[in-house]
């Protein structure tokens, strides 16, 4: 039983599965069966019995939200991916490229929340944002008469998932 690791519950059908066992309970079937019936622990079924029995059905509805509450809202979310739009220049660095710091101080600018930049990859990946590197130099190029510019050492630059490129 239980569920697998990245697999996301069904709060809904999590809910309905403990009515049903406090519909059989109610009808005297014993712990055991009910747990057979509806495809649970038998100490989960026990845990439902007591509920059951100190506040009624109402102590067998879902809890609510699982976990901790988001530090941003919908909102603030929405207001971060237009600051990333607008580019890192606006927030008044040199050069185009995202950087987890980079972006972490936009979360910082904009929403007054701070954010590890460790962390930020998590909102990136929501917002449909990848991770890209600057394009280097080829390798046959070299030596060619091609100039080669000087290699800088940077951290990887975001794009939008959603933005067309050439």
Not at 68 to 81: A, C, G
Not at 122 to 140: D, M, T, V
């Amino acid at each position: 039983m239980g569920f697998p690791a990245g697999v996301g519950r069904d709060f809904e059908a999590l809910e309905r599965r403990r009515m049903r066992a406090g519909s059989l309970l109610a009808k005297g079937l014993s712990q055991s069966e009910v747990a057979r019936r509806v495809g649970a622990h038998r100490q989960s079924v026990s845990k439902w019995a007591a509920e059951l029995q100190a506040k009624g059905r109402a102590g067998l509805k879902k809890a609510g939200r699982a976990g901790r509450k988001p530090r941003l809202s919908v909102e603030q979310i929405n207001q971060i991916e237009r600051g990333l739009k607008r580019g890192p220049q606006a927030l008044g660095y040199e050069t185009s490229l995202w950087t987890a710091n980079r972006v972490a101080h936009l979360i910082e600018q904009e929403c007054r929340v701070s954010y590890h930049p460790g962390h930020v990859w998590k909102i990136l990946r929501r917002l449909g944002w990848s991770c890209q590197r600057p394009a280097g130099q080829a390798l046959e190029a070299r030596g060619k008469g091609v100039p080669v510019a000087p290699r800088e050492v940077s951290k990887p630059s975001l794009h939008s998932a959603s933005s067309k490129r050439p």
